[in-house]
C-alpha cells in the first residue's frame, strides 16, 4: 500500500519552504490558477454530463412526485430550508427530527438569503452547485496527482455518472460534504496539514459520513507525529512542526461541538442516535446488511423496484471488489482508508434501500481503478460517447428518486 503522496510540480507548500520573494497568499493563488488552468476540461466535462443528465430527468419527471416542488428539492431539502429559516426547532415539521441534519448547510442558505434575498432553496441549489463544480476539479487534481492528467478528467466525469448523482445538483449537504471531503484529502497528499484540518473541520459539521474523513486526517497527521516521535520540531524540508498538531487536534472539533449540541438539547448523551432513531435510521448487525442485499437481489427489497433495486445491489456487491484493486493499485493509503470507513458507515446503515446509492456519492475513490483503466483506452472517440451514452441513463435513473422514492417533505 503506497504511501502519502507529494505532487513532483508546485512543491512549494503551507508545510513547506515559500520563495523569499513571495508571500504564502500569493504563492498560493499562483498555485490555485495554474491548477484551474489545468482542470477546466475536467469541470467543463463534468458540468456537460450533469446538465445532459438533468435535462433528460426534468422530461421525464416533468409534474410528478416530488417535480411538483422544484427540479432540484427533493424529502431533505424541506428541512434544511426549515432548519435555515427558523434553526433547530423540534416543532417545525410534524414528524421526524431536525438534529440529524448538520448545520453548515442550512447555515450557509440562511446566511445567503440574508446577503442576496434569494429564497434559501434558490440558495442551497446554488450553493450546492458551485460545490459541485468544486468538487470536480479536486476529482481532477487527485487523478492527475495519482496517476495522470487524462485519469483525473475522467474521474471527475465519472462521478457525475453514479446512481443518484442527480443529488449532486440538489438542495442537499451531500454535494458540499463531498467537495470538502475531495480537496481535504488532496491537500492530505499533499502534506498540507493546516489546509486537509481545516477542511476536514468544516467537513464534520456537514454530513456524517464525513467522519470518514475526520478519522482519515487525523489519522495521517498521527502517523507523521509517530514519525517525528512527536518532537516539537521543523521537519527537513523546513515544514513547521505545529502542522501536524493542527491536523490531528482540529478536524474532530467541529463533529464534536455538534453533537455536543443535540445531547444538550435532547437531554442525552446519546441524543443525535435518538434523533437518528426518530426517522428509522442507525446501525445494524451484519446479519441484517447480507438480508437486504439478499432481498436486493430478489428483486423484494422495499423501496426501489425492478431496475433500481438491482442497480442498488450491484453497487453493494461491486464495492468491495473496487476497494480491494483500489489496495492492489497501490493507490495512496489516506483514499483507501477513506473509502474504507465510508463504506461501514453505509453497510452498517443499510436499512432505506432507496438511500443507498445517494450514500455510494462519498465512495468517490472507487471510480480511480475504472478512471484508470478508461485512460489507457486508445479510441478515446468510443470512451467519451460511453460517457454520453451514460449521461442520458442517469438521468432517467434520476426518476426514480422523485416519483417513486418514498416520504413527503415537511
Known amino acids: 500500500m503506497s504511501g502519502t503522496v507529494v505532487a513532483t510540480d508546485d512543491q512549494a507548500s503551507p508545510g513547506g519552504p515559500a520563495p523569499a520573494n513571495a508571500s504564502w497568499p500569493r504563492s498560493a493563488a499562483r498555485r490555485a490558477r495554474r491548477s484551474a488552468s489545468r482542470a477546466w476540461p475536467a469541470v467543463g466535462l463534468y458540468l456537460a454530463i450533469r446538465l445532459v443528465s438533468t435535462a433528460v ?14 427540479l432540484f428539492v427533493f424529502v431533505d431539502s424541506g ?8 434553526g433547530y426547532d423540534t416543532h417545525i415539521a410534524k414528524f421526524g427530527s431536525p438534529f440529524p441534519f448538520f448545520p453548515l448547510y442550512p447555515g450557509l442558505m440562511r446566511l ?3 446577503v442576496t434575498g434569494l429564497s434559501a432553496d434558490v440558495v442551497g441549489v446554488i450553493i450546492t452547485w458551485i460545490a459541485a463544480a468544486a468538487c470536480a476539479w479536486a476529482l481532477f487534481e487527485i487523478g492527475r496527482l495519482v496517476r495522470d492528467a487524462r485519469t483525473g478528467v475522467i474521474f471527475a466525469a465519472l462521478w457525475a455518472l453514479l446512481p443518484s448523482a442527480v443529488i449532486e445538483g440538489a438542495s442537499y449537504a451531500d454535494t458540499l460534504a463531498i467537495c470538502l471531503s475531495a480537496w481535504a484529502l488532496y491537500t492530505l497528499l499533499r502534506r498540507w496539514w493546516v489546509a486537509a484540518g481545516i477542511l476536514a473541520f468544516f467537513a464534520g459539521l456537514t454530513r456524517p459520513t464525513a467522519n470518514a474523513l475526520v478519522a482519515t486526517v487525523c489519522l495521517a497527521a498521527l502517523i507523521e507525529l509517530i514519525k517525528r516521535r512527536g518532537h516539537l520540531r521543523d521537519d527537513a524540508s523546513g515544514g513547521a512542526a505545529w502542522r501536524p498538531w493542527f491536523a490531528l487536534v482540529i478536524p474532530p472539533l467541529g463533529m464534536i461541538a455538534y453533537l455536543a449540541y443535540v445531547a444538550h438539547r435532547m437531554g442525552s448523551l446519546t441524543g443525535y442516535l435518538k434523533a437518528q432513531k426518530q426517522w428509522g ?3 445494524s448487525n451484519v446479519q441484517f446488511v447480507l438480508h437486504r442485499i439478499h432481498e436486493g437481489m430478489l428483486g423484494t427489497a422495499p423501496g426501489y ?8 445491489t450491484a453497487a453493494l456487491l461491486i464495492a468491495p471488489v473496487l476497494i480491494v484493486l483500489l489496495i492492489l493499485q497501490r493507490v495512496p493509503w489516506p483514499l483507501i482508508c477513506y473509502t474504507i470507513i465510508v463504506a461501514a458507515i453505509v453497510y452498517a446503515s443499510i ?4 438511500v443507498v446509492p445517494r450514500e455510494f456519492l462519498a465512495l468517490f475513490p472507487l471510480l480511480l481503478p ?6 489507457k483506452v486508445q479510441r478515446r472517440p468510443a470512451v467519451y460517447l460511453a460517457l454520453a451514452a451514460l449521461a442520458v441513463g442517469a438521468g432517467w435513473y434520476a426518476c426514480y428518486i422523485p416519483i417513486n422514492a418514498g416520504g413527503s417533505i415537511p
Do not use: K
Open 57 to 70: 430527468f426534468a422530461i421525464l419527471s416533468a409534474g410528478h412526485g416530488y417535480a411538483q416542488r422544484g
Open 112 to 114: 445567503g438569503h440574508d
Open 351 to 354: 436499512h432505506v434501500y432507496t
Open 79 to 86: 428541512w434544511y430550508r426549515l432548519i435555515a429559516e427558523h
Open 370 to 375: 475504472i478512471a484508470s483503466a478508461l485512460a
Open 305 to 312: 423496484q425492478n431496475y433500481p433495486t438491482l442497480i442498488t
Open 281 to 283: 435510521t442507525g446501525f
